[in-house]
């Protein structure tokens, strides 16, 4: 099975995909690609513009290089509809796949993310997947994304912070990292949660969530419906050069 994350910035080495190797099964190839044109990181609907049409491209690319299925590694999901509707194989987001399962796990949960400036986008991603209602809060340890490795222990200590407070004063029940950068702290989290009275409050990480969700869709044949996703009608576009030829629409 061959998988290709997309990290839709264009800073070179952050979020390193070696704890998604980890989490991977042993028969899943891995590979990992970053944008040429767009931001540095993605805190605001209008970073989240600027990645759109290059991550597109890396989705486009990914089916010609015969990838099984595609990762999006931001929790923005920037590009999520137009990557699906431009591709036959599955394309997954990580903040709709981990929102999705962290309903499943518990009656409410909260988002931990990076900056409050964020809320508004992770309210607007909860009524798009249709889980408002489930939603608790949205919560921030108020560290920029390019800062967020440069003291995981100072981290896990913030965000388990955010996750009591999420518990004791919104009600969630499970907490999900608004942000893929936040990779690997999910154990330290639930450890720091237990030891404050907390033992048994799920802490998913999203990108290892989508990984496993990727393989599933993969191993069972899904694809997502062109009821849903169209395959977009073919005409000129202006502009984007860097933009591949869909493998589908050429053979359509």
């Known amino acids: 099975m061959k998988l290709r994350v997309v990290t839709p910035i264009t800073t070179h080495g952050f979020a390193s995909i070696v704890d998604l190797i980890a989490a991977a099964r042993p028969d899943t190839e891995l590979s990992h690609v970053e944008l040429d044109h767009g931001p540095a990181s993605i805190e605001s609907s209008f970073d989240e513009m600027l990645a759109v049409p290059a991550t597109v491209a890396k989705?486009?690319?990914?089916?010609r290089d015969g990838m099984?299925?595609?990762?999006i590694n931001c929790m923005g999901d920037p590009g999520l509809d137009a990557g699906r509707e431009a591709v036959r194989i599955p394309v997954i987001g990580p903040c709709e796949a981990t929102m999705h399962v962290?309903?499943?796990l518990g009656l409410t949960f909260?988002?931990?993310t990076v900056m409050k400036s964020?809320?508004?986008q992770f309210e607007h991603e909860a009524r798009s997947y249709g889980l408002s209602e489930k939603m608790a809060s949205v919560r921030a340890v108020e560290i920029p994304v390019l800062e967020l490795e440069d003291d995981s222990e100072r981290l896990v200590q913030m965000l388990a912070d955010e996750a009591q407070a999420a518990?004791?004063?919104?009600?969630?029940?499970?907490m999900v990292f608004g942000c893929t950068g936040m990779?690997?702290?999910?154990a330290g989290v639930e450890r720091e949660l237990a030891n404050?009275?907390?033992?048994?409050?799920p802490v998913i990480d999203s990108m290892v969530w989508a990984i496993k969700m990727a393989e599933a869709m993969a191993d069972m044949g899904l694809r997502h419906s062109k009821m849903s996703w169209p395959f977009p009608p073919q005409k000129k576009i202006a502009g984007y050069d860097f933009l591949p030829a869909s493998t589908a629409l050429s053979s359509i």
């Open 196 to 201: 404050r009275g907390y033992p048994d409050v």
């Open 102 to 104: 962290a309903s499943m």
């Open 68 to 71: 099984d299925a595609v990762i």
């Open 110 to 112: 909260s988002v931990i």
């Open 183 to 186: 990779i690997g702290a999910a």
């Open 167 to 174: 518990i004791e004063h919104d009600g969630a029940h499970v």
């Open 118 to 120: 964020l809320r508004r």
């Open 59 to 63: 989705i486009i690319q990914a089916e």
